[in-house]
């Protein structure tokens, strides 16, 4: 399988090895301010599921526009999930220990639990203190936390112990 062999696939010191498969985003204030898609998240995105990755934006949306934020052809599936336990649910769903979870607020902080790697964003509409209590990582915005997939060493850099 091509997706296999894809996968992101990082060996952390102290921190342990890495298999990501899925990246699972928030959209409400992560990959969107004021219900706007934030520049350069979608190509970001893209390039990740170039990689092997599949990628979802899990919501609850919030300003009514998961289904029109992205373009039918990106390749990016949108699941409606209105509360922290059909986020945690979708997660396990698909495999926590190969999920890569990113998110801002109290809603993303059961995913942050059980996926693999969790990453918080700070940006415009904030972050909820127990969303970044519960993530592996805290940056101050989405193309941060992006680059940080595509670049094994700042994962390694940042999470080595």
């Not at 220990?97 to 998110?103: A, R």
């Not at 801002?104 to 969303?131: H, P, W, Y």
């Not at 989405?142 to 994962?155: G, N, P, T, V």
């Amino acid at each position: 399988d091509t997706k296999e062999r894809r996968m992101i696939r990082i060996n952390i010191p102290g921190f342990g090895l890495l298999e990501i498969k899925n990246l699972v985003t928030d959209l409400n204030g992560t990959i969107t301010d004021s219900g706007r898609l934030i520049p350069g998240a979608l190509s970001h995105m893209k390039a990740l599921k170039e990689r092997g990755l599949d990628i979802y934006v899990v919501s609850g949306d919030t300003r009514g526009v998961l289904g029109k934020i992205l373009a039918q052809d990106s390749g990016i599936e949108t699941v409606l999930a209105t509360s922290a336990e059909e986020k945690r649910a979708f997660v396990e769903e698909i495999g926590p220990g190969q999920t890569v979870c990113i998110g801002n607020g109290n809603i993303d902080v059961e995913m942050f639990k059980v996926a693999r790697l969790s990453i918080c964003t700070i940006q415009a509409e904030g972050a909820a203190t127990r969303a970044m209590l519960n993530a592996d990582i805290v940056v101050p915005h989405i193309i941060d936390a992006l680059k940080m997939l595509l670049d094994h060493e700042c994962l390694v850099a940042t999470l080595r112990y």
